[in-house]
Structures are given as C-alpha cells and as structure tokens.
C-alpha cells in the first residue's frame, strides 16, 4: 500500500498501526508511538539492508521524500556507493544535493 499525504495528515498520537509503512522505490515512512513520521530509503549494498534518512514529516513533503529518493537510487545506479564504509550519511546527503542525479544542483538543497 503506498503513501499519500492524507493517509499522513490523518496519524495521531497514540498511534498503534503498523510502525513502517513502504510507499516505492525503497521509500518507507517509520511512525513512533509519538506519531512523529520520518522518510527513510531503503537500499540494498553489498547483500545488507541499509537505510538513510531522507528528513521528517510535514518538513518535509512526501512528494519531495520521493524526488530526494529518486535521486538516491540515481546515485547508486551511477556508481556512487551510498553504503561505502568511508563515506557517512551527512556526506552523501551533501553528495546527492550537490551533484543531484544527473550532475545538477539538486532544488531540494535549498531546503537544508
């Protein structure tokens, strides 16, 4: 079952639904008992799981948690090894919204 933006307006506190929610492409929503929602990416590298914020409900839209997804799986697909040993969350965070998924300034980095 896939997000929407009702669907998320609509989660209170107490919430007692399921605790992740996957909308596509690896996006999925994590809902605490709080109600507070955070975007993740979920990605496969090197056989393990692994998964990266993408940024927290309503700061960020859902629409812009699928673009900033779409350009996550846009840097795996170019080589760019999110999961690298090296490189840390912050740092491919910054990769992505400098170089975007076609070597573009990413218009979501405005938003950082």
Do not use: C
């Amino acid at each position: 079952m896939s997000l929407s933006d009702s669907k998320l307006r609509n989660i209170k506190a107490p919430y007692s639904g399921k605790r992740e929610i996957a909308d596509r492409d690896g996006l999925s929503a994590r809902i605490t008992a709080n109600a507070i929602i955070t975007f993740n990416y979920r990605f496969s590298w090197q056989g393990k799981q692994q998964r990266i914020k993408v940024g927290r409900y309503p700061d960020i839209k859902l629409s812009d948690a699928r673009e900033k997804t779409g350009e996550y799986r846009q840097a795996l697909l170019d080589g760019f090894e999110l999961g690298h040993s090296d490189l840390r969350t912050t740092q491919i965070y910054t990769h992505v919204l400098e170089h975007g998924a076609n070597g573009v300034r990413s218009p979501l980095s405005d938003l950082t």
